[in-house]
C-alpha cells in the first residue's frame, strides 16, 4: 500500500503542476494579444519614420550635407570599439528565448573580438544581465525592468547615452540585438546597426520642402528627426521581443501542459496496475488461508 500511496501523490503533484502551467499560459495568451495591439499601433509610426529617415537619406545623397553625414552616416571600415545592446526577458520559463539572444551576442563578441576590436555590452533583462555577470563579462550598461514593461521615455534615456558616446567618438558602431516575434508560434532573432547609419538601406524618395532648409537650421532638424528614429528602434525593439518572449513563454507553457497530461496517464496507469496487484496479492492470500483450513 505504500507504493500505491507514493503513486497517488505523484499523481496529485502532476496534477498541480498541469493546473499551474495552463494558468501560465492563459495569462502569458492574454498579454501577448495586448502586446500585439501595441505592435500594431507602433508600426504606423515606423512607418511614418521611415518615410522621413528616406527622405532625410535623399536629402543627403542630392544636397550632401556634411555634418550630419560625418556624425551620423559614416562606415568606418574597422571599429575600434563596437557598443553590443541586447534585450532579453526579466523572467525565465519561456523555452530557449533567452538562450537564442545570449548565442547571438556571444557571436558576435567572437566576430568582433577577431577583428581587433573593443566590445562593450549594454544589457536590457535580468536574464542576460545574470548571465554575463556569472560569465565574467563586463555590463557597460545595464537596466532591468524596461522589457518587461517598455516604457518611450525610459527607452530613449537608455539610448540616448549610447548615441552621445558615439558622437563623442567613444564608440565606432552601435549593434542591437534582440528576438522578435514573427507569429504566435515563432519568433526570429533581430540585428539592427543602429549606428552608423546605412543611408543605402532608404528608398530614393523625393525630398520635400520640410528638407530643404537653410544649412544651419537644416542640420539641427535632421538631428532631432534623427535621434527620434533611433530612439523609436530602441522602444520597438522593446515592443517586439516582449510580445515574442510571451509567445515563447505561451508554447513552453503549453508543452508544459501537454507533458504533464500524459504524465498523469502514465502514473495513473502504473497507480492501477499497481492496485490489480495489490488485490490479486491479497486474494491469493485468502485463497491459500482456506486451503491451509481445509
Known sequence: ?????????????????????????????AKLRRTEELAKRSRAY??????????IASSIRKYKVGGIRGRYFEERPTPEVVDIIFITADKGLCGGFNFQTIKRVRQLIAQYEELGSKVRLKAVGKKGIEYFRFQ???????????????????????IDETVQEFLEGKSDKVILVHNGYKNMITQEMKQVDLLPIDIGSFQEVEVTSMMELEP?????????LINKYIEFNMYYALIDSLAAEHSARMQAMDAATKNAKEMVEKLTISYNKARQESITTELIEIISGMEAMK
Open 1 to 29: 500500500m505504500a507504493n500505491l500511496k507514493e503513486i497517488k501523490r505523484k499523481i496529485n503533484s502532476v496534477k498541480n503542476t498541469q493546473k499551474t502551467t495552463r494558468a501560465m499560459k492563459l495569462v502569458s495568451t
Open 46 to 55: 515606423e512607418a511614418a519614420i521611415n518615410q522621413t529617415m528616406s527622405e
Open 136 to 158: 565574467g563579462y563586463p555590463l557597460e550598461q545595464e537596466v532591468v525592468g524596461l522589457s518587461s514593461a517598455p516604457d518611450y521615455q525610459k527607452a530613449a534615456q537608455f
Open 216 to 224: 544651419d537650421e537644416g542640420e539641427r532638424v535632421l538631428e532631432s
